[in-house]
């Protein structure tokens, strides 16, 4: 039905940049918020940013001035440019996409996560 493919993890030295990816396709008929979260080992997962249909974000405190979250509508894909990464950041990292999707001759509003990729930051 849907799939949503993330990409852009690894390892990185404090201070460093990341961009993740992740792509839904399928049977898309509309894409709603899409949201950056991340669990790091031992912690709950943390909702980190969020883009709106019509663009707008919100982040929280602990990134704000450091990463940016952007979309791209055409391409059913969200990224989150990371920049300054400091050790407290590592973590796996989901991204989340509320969508309907038209599927068997119905429509579906649902929510869809990534497989998750890991963010390691280590000097």
């Known amino acids: 039905q849907v799939q949503l493919v993330e990409s852009g993890g690894g390892l990185v030295q404090p201070g460093g940049s990341l961009r993740l990816s992740c792509a839904a396709s399928?049977?898309?008929?509309?894409?709603?918020?899409m949201d950056w979260y991340r669990q790091a080992p031992g912690k709950q997962r943390e909702l980190v940013a969020t883009?709106?249909?019509?663009?707008?974000?919100n982040y929280v405190d602990s990134v704000k001035g450091r990463f940016t979250i952007s979309r791209d509508n055409a391409k059913n894909t969200v990224y989150l440019q990371m920049n300054s990464l400091k050790p407290e950041d590592a973590a796996v990292y989901y991204c989340?996409?509320?969508?309907?999707?038209?599927?068997?001759?119905?429509?579906?509003?649902?929510?869809?996560w990534g497989q998750g990729t890991q963010v390691t930051v280590s000097s």
């Open positions: 883009i709106t249909s019509g663009g707008n974000t």
């Open positions: 399928g049977s898309i008929f509309r894409i709603y918020a």
């Open positions: 989340h996409v509320g969508m309907t999707i038209y599927y068997s001759g119905k429509y579906r509003r649902d929510d869809y």
